[in-house]
C-alpha cells in the first residue's frame, strides 16, 4: 500500500522522536512491501521562528492532503513569554479543530518490565490494559456562553453537545472495543449533569448495533477511584472531554513513565493526528537522551487506525515488548540490570527486532 504522511517535529525534542519514528515506519515498509512518503513542515515554536504563526498555512493544507500526520511536541522556554494568540500549543489545538479530530484514544499499558517504575504497587498495576477514548472538540472545554459577568461577581462556563457529537465518539469507543476485549465502561456523571443523561441515552441507543459489546455506566468519581485501586477491571472508557483529559492524565502514571504513552485524535474517515502524550522536554531536547517509544507507539497507532494495518502495529508493539524484555532503555526508565541506551540507539533494536523476525 501506498501511503503519504506528514511529519511535524515541533519543538525540543520532537524533531528527535519524529526522526527515530520514522526509521522504524522506513523499517514496516520494507518489511511488509509498503510505501510510505514523508513531508515535514513546522508547527509550535518552530513555525513562530520561521514563518511567524505556530500554525502556517502550508502546515494545515499538507495535513488535509495526508493519510496520516505524525507529530512530535512543541513549545519551550523559548516562545513561554509570547501572547496567547502565538503561543505553540496554539498551532496543536489549531490543527486539531481545523481537521475536525474529535477523538482522543490513549492507550495505557502496563508494561511488564516496568511494573516496578510505576507509583501504584505491582499487583495492582499489572495486566491493565486500557483505552481511554476522550471526546476532544465539544463539551466543557469549547460551550459557549464562557464569561464573566455582573463586574465579575458571576462567572459561567457551558458544558454543551449536540446528539451527533455524542454518537460518533460513542461508535468510535464501540469500535474500539470491538477490536480490543469488547467492553465499553462510559463514564459520565448522570446524577448530577443533564448532559450526561444524555449521553446515557446515546449510549444505551447505540449498543444494539455492538451486540458483542458488553457496555456498563460509571460516575466518573467513582471510575477515577477504579483506576487507580483496579486498573485492569478496564477495557475501553468513553467520556466527555474535561473527564476524559483528567482519567487520561490519571491514568498516565500507571505505566510510570511519560515516555510510553502513545496518543491518536482521528476523525470518522480514519484522518489522524498521532504524537506522545508527553511534552518538548527542552531539558534533554539535543542530547539524544529522549525516549522515543511513546512516538513509536503512536506510529503502530497510525498503521492501525488511519492505515488498517493491524499487522504492522502489532509488529510494531511486540518489538518495543521484546526490546524492554531485553532491558534496552533510555535514561527515563529504570530498569534493574538493564543497558541504558541512547534514544535513536533505542529506536534501532526496535528495527531490529522487526527486521529479524
Ligand atoms: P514534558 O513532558 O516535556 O517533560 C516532563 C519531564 O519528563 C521532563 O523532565 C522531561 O525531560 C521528561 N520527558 C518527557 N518526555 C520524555 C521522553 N520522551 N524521554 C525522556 N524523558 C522525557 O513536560 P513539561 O516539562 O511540563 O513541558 C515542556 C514543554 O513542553 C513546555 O513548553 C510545554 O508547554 C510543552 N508541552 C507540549 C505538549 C505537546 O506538544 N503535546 C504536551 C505537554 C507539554
Ligand atoms: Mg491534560
Redesign the pocket.
Known amino acids: 500500500m501506498e501511503k503519504h504522511i506528514v511529519v511535524l517535529p ?1 519543538d ?3 524533531p528527535e ?1 519524529t526522526k527515530a519514528t520514522k526509521g522504524v515506519l522506513e523499517t514496516v515498509a520494507a518489511q511488509f512491501g509498503h510505501s510510505f512518503t514523508f513531508e515535514t513542515h513546522d508547527i ?1 515554536g518552530s513555525a513562530i521562528d520561521n514563518h511567524g504563526t505556530p500554525l502556517p498555512e502550508d502546515t494545515v493544507a499538507a495535513c488535509k492532503k495526508a493519510d496520516g500526520i505524525l ?1 512530535g ?5 523559548k516562545w ?1 513569554n509570547l501572547p496567547g494568540h502565538m503561543r ?2 496554539k498551532g ?1 489545538l489549531g490543527i486539531r479543530k481545523q481537521l475536525g479530530l474529535f477523538a482522543n484514544l490513549r492507550p495505557v499499558k502496563g508494561f511488564d518490565s516496568l511494573l516496578h517504575a510505576s507509583p501504584l504497587k505491582p499487583e495492582v498495576v499489572g495486566g491493565s490494559d486500557l483505552l481511554i477514548v476522550r471526546e476532544l472538540t465539544g463539551g466543557l472545554y469549547f460551550g459557549e456562553p464562557r464569561e464573566r459577568r455582573n463586574n465579575g461577581q458571576d462567572v459561567v462556563d457551558t458544558l454543551a453537545y449536540s446528539r451527533h457529537e455524542m454518537e460518533r465518539i460513542v461508535e468510535q469507543a464501540f469500535q474500539s472495543a470491538q477490536v480490543r476485549r469488547n467492553k465499553l465502561t462510559s463514564v459520565d456523571k448522570a446524577n448530577v449533569l443533564e448532559s450526561s443523561r444524555m449521553w446515557r441515552e446515546v449510549v444505551e441507543e447505540k449498543k444494539s448495533d455492538y451486540p458483542e459489546v458488553e457496555v456498563e455506566h460509571m460516575l466518573v468519581d467513582a471510575a477515577a477511584m477504579k483506576l487507580v485501586t483496579n486498573p485492569g477491571y478496564f477495557d475501553v472508557i468513553v467520556t466527555e472531554n474535561m473527564f476524559g483529559d483528567i482519567l487520561s492524565d490519571e491514568a498516565s502514571v500507571l505505566t510510570g ?3 510510553m504513552l502513545p496518543s491518536a485524535s482521528i476523525r470518522q474517515d480514519g484522518l489522524g493526528l498521532y ?10 531536547a539535543g542530547e539524544d ?4 517509544l ?1 512516538t513509536i507507539l503512536s506510529a503502530a497507532m497510525m498503521l492501525r487506525y488511519s492505515f488498517n494495518m493491524n499487522v504492522e502495529a502489532d509488529e510494531i508493539e511486540s518489538a518495543v515488548h521484546a526490546v524492554l524484555n531485553e532491558k534496552y532503555h ?3 526508565l529504570k530498569i534493574e540490570g538493564g543497558t541504558q541506551v541512547s ?1 535513536s540507539e533505542l529506536a534501532k533494536k526496535v528495527s531490529e527486532h522487526m527486521s529479524s523476525n
Open positions: 515541533g525540543g525534542i520532537g522522536v509550535g507529530l511536541a512543541v513549545g519551550g522556554p513561554d505553540p500549543e496543536l513513565s511519560l515516555g504524537e506522545p502524550v508527553h511534552g518538548s522536554a527542552p531539558d534533554i537522551k529522549a525516549n522515543p511513546a533510555t535514561a527515563d534514544g
